[in-house]
Every structure is written in C-alpha cells, then in structure tokens.
C-alpha cells in the first residue's frame, strides 16, 4: 500500500495513478479536499499545445523556464516537466475537464509574461479549482479511499526507509497507525509563516518540511520565496488575500500615499505590467521609504475603468473586496502590500522520480524543489502537479511491488506516540497561536521582499528565543475538537521552516530573483547553487548541472509587449 499525504492537485494525481496501475492507495488530507489550496490558483495551466502558436516547442518552454528561474532550476527536472506538459493535460482531458477552447474545438491558450508563445491553458479564472474537481471526480470513479480532516504528525521510519505515518483526527482526536510501503509528501509549503499570506490559516504551515527532515531527507533553496504584489491588509483574519494580478492586467494603477504613480520610478516601461519580483520590491520600497498607506501598503486603484469592464473581467476581485470590506472597487482603491505566495524551494528530490534521501518516501508539487529556481513562472506550478504525480506515482508504485518484507520500528512508533501524548499533556504558560504569530513577525520583520545580513541574524536570535518557549506551550482541546494540537504541530513545523530559510538567506549572499539582499544588491555568479539544509549537516552548496545546447540556444529575452507578466 502505498500513503498520500496531501489532497491537493499533486497527492489527489499521484492516488490516480497508483490505483490505475492496480495498486492500494490511502490519500490523507488536512483539510477537506474540495477545499485543497490547488482550487485557488487562478491563472492557467502551461503546456506547449501549439495550439494557438504552432512554433511553440517543449524546448522553448524550458528555456523559458530556465530563464526565469535566473539559472537555478535543474534543467533535468524542467525539462521532465515541459516535456511531459502535454500528457499532463491530456490526462486533464480524458478524465473530462472542461478547458475553455476556440470555436473550432482547439484548446484556447493565452500568454503568461515571460512565455515566449502563448501556452497557458485555462479554464475561466477558476483553472485550480476546476482541475481539483476533475481530480476528485476521477478518485471517486477509481474507489480511492480519502480521509480527510487527519494530520500527520510524523513519518515512520526504520533503518533508512519510510513504512508508514502517524497522526490524529482534527474533530475527535482518533489515532491513526497507517502502514505503508511508500509515502508521497504533497503537503504543501511554508509561506504561512508569514505574516501576509495567500494562503489559509491552516496550509502551507511548513509541515511537508518538518516531516521529510525529520525522516532524514534534506531541504533546498527554502529562502527562495515569491512575493505576490497584491495582497489585502485588512481585516487581520484574511490579511494576504489575494487581488489578482488581473487587476492590473485590465489597466490597474499603483499610487502610493502621496497618489504618485510609483511604477514610474521602477520600471517605466512596463509600469503596472512588470514582473511579479519587480513590482512586489517596488512596492515594498514605497511602504519602507515612508510612503505607504495608513496601513503600511499602497493603493490599487480599478475605479477609472468603466463599471461594465469591473464586473465582467473581474468579478472575483469586486466580490471578495465586498465580503471582506464592503469595499465597492468601481468607486474606491483596494490597500494592498506583498504577500507571500509561492514555496520555489522545497525538500530536495531526485530529477526523476522525485525520490528523496529516505527510501521509499518521494515529495511533489509545492512540497518539493528542483523547477522554479529563483522566479517560478506562472503557469508552471499546475502542470508541475499532473507530470511529477504521475511520474511518482508510478515510482512508487514501482518501489512498493519490489519489497518482499516491510520491516517496521516498534520504538519508531512508541516515538511517534508519545509525541502527541506530551503534548496533550502539556499545561505550561506559553500560548500557541502567540507564538506561531511571533513566528510570522520575525519572518514579516526580517524575511520579507528585502533581506540583509543584519536583519537574518537577528531574526535567528529572536527564533532561539521562541523555540526556547516552546518548551513551555499548554495544549488545550476542546468541544470544538484538536485543533490546538494541530496549532502545536504547526508551531514545530513553522520553526523548522523558519530556521531553513533564515539560514539559507542569510547563506546565499546576493541578490536574485525573488531573493533581494539590501547589502549584497548584485547577482553573484559564484552563487548559481542550490543552497541544500538540514538541522544536522547545516547548510551544503550543490551544483546544477549544465543547459543542454538545444535549450541554451532558446534563451532569449522575451518580449513583454501586451502581457502582463507574471
């Protein structure tokens, strides 16, 4: 049998695999897979179809890719990724997703910026949640067994290779032993610990992290982070929400406090149509110069464009800004800061299975690294889900169908036990959720769209600090369920990731992409590594190996004229 964790696009792709291949499979989610984070992703999906561009290659594709990743993505795992694009969304298709088309039947694809040819395909602005549906209706079909509201808490490991997982039910606190031959980690990844993020409260806490390194796998690149320009800064609850780059794609302007037209000063050009990195440093800029909004961001005004265009083009952006402010965008300007949005690093995997340094446990999608490098392409991190989840899928699968005995730990599992019988136990002063905030604070503070040398290491200082804390948490369940003990595990998780990518950002001095170092303002040619980290080895510089010619040849700077880029 082997164990998913994680009911996103990634874990649901991966279950479908190994069940067609006739194969026991358990996908486990924390929260409802109706609900996963993949049905939020709004943009599109990448494959080089030809359809609308019959030039379009794979191998533009991944020089694209390349390109923007500013050379730290492996060019084994791109070009895996873009080669396999096609198959991903034709899988999409067979199992029945609905893909907006031309009227002749061809698959539409439109442009992302910094994609040479128009390959992204999509479906309305709803292309996450429309693949999550596909998915789910798919595992349905195939009887695969998902549970959802279970967290894991550990990976059971003997001897140097995974055999199963513990954890808890989020209502009743239920135990789970799950045995397994293989485990695939689609968890997620860290940008929770933040204090503005797209992401829900309750994923992409750091826990695909915390698992795999504390199984024995590695991490790498956990400092390379994107920022998404827009998020909202009020109210706290929802604060990161993301104003979708549309916004500015249909004429959007960026004022600051002063009602300056700031683009002007960073990219005059491409103003409000520059780069997901450009715009979300620029605007940080204006906030840490003195000119934000009364609450530290600035202003994304829509209400120049005509009602009819707001309510057609974007409708999500009008609705979410009238629940969550009774804010009416056609009339007034949304208050906006960066966010953080997307784990580009990720636990360190092989190219081609997506195997780790722990036998029999493999991380995919957000969870996992080796495609984004330093600026992850938009588009890209969907087709990442269907080609890497079938391929592990079927390694997997693979590994499972080899074992002729399955050897398993009883102290492996009395660990994992005890664990969460401590911190039940636990009645000391400290509050979880404060320090989990105290966390996203340090990572706000010193971790965000500019770093330095100074700041990362005072962020370390005050990170010792809470995990000496941490010692002291009361853990409280109540009528509502375990959700404080699921707080106490994100706490742990939130700190490994915390202490990851401080120490890697305080490693890779340069600036790169997503990576802005304040004292270090120049890219470092010397620092086209990949920064791999873990608690006992610290920090190991790894070597990326070489662009093969066929793609080298492609990478050329790509227009921007009519995009918006992303």
Known sequence: MVLVIGTGGAGLRAAIELAEAGVDVLAVGKRAKEDAHTALAAGGINAALATMDPEDTWQQHAADTLKESYLLADPRTVEIVTRGAAQGIGDLERYGMAFAREEDGRISQR??????????????????????????????????????????????????????????????????????????????????????????????????????VEAGARLRDPELVQFHPSGIIEPEHAAGTLVSEAARGEGGILRNALGERFMSRYDPDRMELSTRDRVALASYTEIQEGRGTPHGGVWLDVSHLPRQTIMTRLPRVYQTLMDLQMLDITREPIEIAPTAHYSMGGVWVRPEDHSTDVRGLYAIGEASSGLHGANRLGGNSLIELLVFGRLTGQAAAAYSQSLTAQPRSASAI????????????????????????????????????????????????????????????????????????????????????????????????????????????????????????????GITRESIPAVPDEIASLMAEVSTEGKLAE
């Open 111 to 212: 442009f992302f910026g910094a994609h040479k040819f128009r390959r992204t395909a999509f479906a309305g602005d709803y292309t996450g949640l429309e693949i999550q549906r596909t998915l789910i209706r798919r595992a349905g079909r195939l009887d695969i067994p998902v549970l959802d509201g279970v967290y894991i808490t550990r990976l059971l490991v003997h001897d140097g290779a995974v055999f199963g997982a513990y954890g808890f039910d989020l209502a009743k606190g239920t135990r789970y032993l799950i045995h397994a031959d293989a485990v695939i980690l689609a968890a997620g990844g860290h940008t929770r610990i933040w204090r503005r993020t797209s992401s829900r409260r309750d994923e992409n806490t750091g826990d695909s992290f915390r698992l795999a």
């Open 414 to 537: 009395a660990q994992a036990r005890e664990e969460v019988d401590q911190l039940l136990a636990a009645d000391g002063p400290e509050n979880v959720r404060a320090l989990q905030r105290a966390v996203r604070d340090i990572m706000t503070a010193y971790a965000g769209v500019v770093r330095s040398e100074e700041g990362l290491r005072a962020g370390l200082a005050e990170l010792a600090v809470i995990e000496k804390r941490m010692e002291d948490v009361g853990v409280h369940p109540d009528i509502a369920g375990y959700q404080d003990l699921a707080h106490a595990f994100d706490l742990k998780s939130a700190t490994l990731a915390a202490r990851a990518t401080l120490e890697a950002a305080l490693e890779r001095r340069e600036t790169r992409g997503c990576h802005n170092r304040s004292d270090y303002p120049e890219l470092d040619p010397a620092l086209q590594v990949n920064l791999v980290w873990s608690p006992t080895t």
